[in-house]
C-alpha cells in the first residue's frame, strides 16, 4: 500500500521517479558486468530501450544515472532531521536521521554492494559521490543552525555525521554484510561521541 507521502506526489513526478529507478537498474547491471567506463551513453540507451535524447533528459550525465541511487536516501534523511524532536540533541538528530538511510539500504544489501563496486573501480564516480555527500553536509548543516546554535559547531556536525555514515557504509559492503549496517552505524556514531578514546 502506498504511503501517505507517495500517494500526495503527483502522478507525473511518480511516474518519473519509477523511469529513473528503471533506467539506474538497467545501467547498474550492465556497468557490473562490462566496467562503467566500457559502456557507451548509446549501448545504455539501446538497452534501457529509450534514445540518447531521453536518456539525458532523465540524467544530465551518465555518472549521475549511478549515483542517482543515493538520491532518495539524502532526501528522506533530511526530511527525518526536521521530523526530529526541536529539543533533541543535534548529534542524536542525525544519527537517527541517517539510521534512517542506513535502514532503506539494509531493506536491498545485494544492490547496494554491487552499486558500492562500481564505484569503487571507478574514480570519476567516486568523485561524483564525495559532490553528492557535499550537497547532503550543507543541506543537514544548514538544517541544524539556529539562533542559538554555532555554524561552526553545526558544519562540523554534519560532517562527522555523514563521516561516520560513509565508513559505516563501506565496512558493511567490504564485509558483504557480516554486521548489519544499523550496528555499524551505531558503533561508528558511539565511537565520535565518546572521542575514540582508547582507539
Known amino acids: 500500500m502506498p504511503s501517505d507521502a507517495s500517494s500526495r506526489e503527483p502522478v507525473r513526478a511518480r511516474a518519473r521517479r519509477a523511469v529513473r529507478a528503471e533506467i539506474t537498474a538497467q545501467a547498474l547491471a550492465l556497468f557490473s558486468e ?65 539510521g534512517s538511510a542506513a535502514a532503506k539500504l539494509e531493506e536491498r544489501p545485494a544492490t547496494f554492494f554491487e552499486l558500492h563496486e562500481v564505484i569503487a573501480k571507478t574514480p570519476a564516480l567516486r568523485r561524483r559521490l564525495l559532490e553528492q555527500r557535499d550537497g547532503w553536509r550543507a543541506a543537514f548543516a544548514e538544517e ?38 544499523s550496528r555499524l552505524l551505531d558503533d561508528s556514531f558511539e565511537l565520535l561521541d565518546s572521542g575514540l578514546a582508547g582507539h
Not at 50 to 60: G, I, P, Q
Not at 153 to 165: D, M, N, Q, S, W
Request: hydrophobic fraction near 50%; include cysteine.
Open 34 to 98: 562490462r566496467g562503467f567506463d566500457a559502456v557507451t551513453a548509446d549501448e545504455l540507451a539501446e538497452a534501457v530501450g529509450v534514445s540518447r535524447r531521453t536518456l539525458f533528459r532523465y540524467f544530465a550525465t551518465k555518472e549521475d544515472i549511478v549515483v542517482a541511487a543515493f538520491d532518495n536516501l539524502g532526501d528522506e534523511a533530511l526530511a527525518s532531521l526536521r521530523q526530529r524532536p526541536a529539543e533533541e540533541a543535534p548529534w542524536t538528530a542525525l544519527h537517527h536521521a541517517l
Open 144 to 181: 541544524l543552525a539556529g539562533p542559538a546554535r554555532d555554524e561552526l559547531a553545526c558544519e562540523l556536525l554534519a560532517t562527522a555525521a555523514i563521516g561516520a555514515f560513509d565508513v559505516a557504509t563501506e565496512m558493511w559492503a567490504r564485509t558483504g554484510g557480516r554486521r548489519r549496517l
